[in-house]
């Protein structure tokens, strides 16, 4: 199937970096002669034909922005039949021969029902938790650690001048890795995620022995999966006597600048997905694996579980005495 217009979008939550990724698929589909449409708001774009064409000057000087240009939304329509049909509707009447789908696992299933209905569908990895299955990476999450441990280190100041314990609650619902690799960049004392239970009388052992070498005050990074941050943040001060504080960050994870990382592996990604659609292939994600670029069907994919770094976890613990 030859495919001579293409469709773009981000949906689910927003990552820095898809910018980027719609900048690359843009301007690869161009060089190879393709038409490129630009579907806002995720698949209600689709639904609602609410689309632009986009030129090469459409994603100039949008590689270094947050967010995305093109807007995302989750989309419940989407999943009837009657949204499909819209959907369906929309590519017959603009010519979109295939999709390139930025986002997660949900973006991913919205990307497979369309290609099952004859519009070939690619996926790239665009969320800050880092847990789509069949990827060592995705979009946004390096930004999203950046701005973490930025934000941590400025904690640190406060809770050094007032000899506290911080406990900070990074994104992470189901998956705890920004919490970790940010709870090892930060030196906390503790790093509590979804994957590994936890007791807290543990992180109050932990924390009383390092006050016996001198440690006055404490960064304990929590993800938000594990629930009751201020909770456990009392329960910490009234077992240890020490003033503490809970700070959830929230979505200021999602926004500012993609780093470099994110800017280059969107790129790579864009340019891959729009690779696999000028032969006529769909149904398959792009992904990052062992440094290099691959693409793995939809359903296996979605079927893939994604390990928790247990061996990492370990190295947090032991050097954060």
């Given at each position: 199937m030859e495919v001579k217009t293409i469709g773009?979008?981000?949906?689910?939550?927003?990552?820095?970096?898809?910018?980027?990724?719609?900048?690359?698929?843009?301007?690869?589909a161009l060089a190879k002669g393709m038409k490129v449409v630009g579907i806002k708001r995720g698949y209600n774009g689709l639904i609602n034909n609410d689309v632009v064409e986009m030129d090469l000057r459409s994603v100039s000087d949008i590689i270094h922005r947050g967010g995305t240009i093109l807007y995302t939304?989750?989309?419940p329509e989407f999943k009837t039949e009657e949204g499909m049909s819209k959907a369906l509707k929309t590519c017959k009447e603009?010519?979109?021969?295939?999709?390139?789908?930025?986002?997660?696992?949900?973006?991913?299933?919205?990307?497979?029902?369309?290609?099952?209905?004859?519009?070939?569908?690619?996926?790239?990895p665009g969320t800050i938790d880092n847990d789509i299955s069949c990827t060592d990476y995705t979009i946004g999450f390096d930004s999203a650690m950046n701005t973490a441990m930025e934000m941590v280190d400025k904690l640190r100041d406060t809770a050094q001048s007032h000899e506290r314990c911080t406990v900070v609650e990074?994104?992470?619902?189901?998956?705890?890795?920004?919490?970790?690799?940010?709870?090892?960049?930060v030196g906390a004392t503790a790093v509590l995620v979804p994957e590994v239970e936890f007791d807290i009388n543990d992180v109050v052992a932990k924390m009383k022995k390092t006050q016996l070498s001198g440690k006055?005050?404490?960064?304990?990074?929590?993800?938000?999966?594990?629930?009751?941050?201020?909770?456990?943040?009392?329960?910490i001060e009234e077992l240890t006597g020490i003033e503490s504080r809970a700070t959830v960050l929230g979505h200021v994870q999602r926004g500012g600048n993609p780093t470099v990382r994110d800017r280059v592996i969107a790129s790579q990604m864009g340019f891959a997905a729009v690779e696999l659609l000028s032969k006529g292939i769909?149904?398959?994600?792009?992904?990052?694996?062992?440094?290099?670029?691959?693409?793995f069907d939809i359903y296996e994919a979605l079927q893939m579980k994604k390990p928790f770094n247990m061996e990492l976890y370990k190295i947090a613990n032991e050097i954060s005495i």
């Open positions: 773009v979008l981000t949906s689910g939550g927003d990552a820095p970096g898809m910018n980027a990724a719609v900048r690359s698929v843009v301007r690869s939304a989750r989309s603009l010519g979109i021969d295939g999709c390139v789908v930025v986002g997660g696992d949900g973006s991913y299933r919205g990307a497979r029902d369309l290609s099952l209905h004859g519009i070939p569908c690619v996926g790239i990074v994104m992470g619902r189901h998956a705890g890795h920004l919490a970790l690799q940010t709870g090892i960049a006055k005050h404490f960064i304990i990074v929590v993800a938000e999966g594990i629930g009751g941050v201020d909770e456990f943040t009392k329960k769909g149904n398959r994600v792009v992904a990052l694996r062992d440094s290099e670029i691959v693409d």
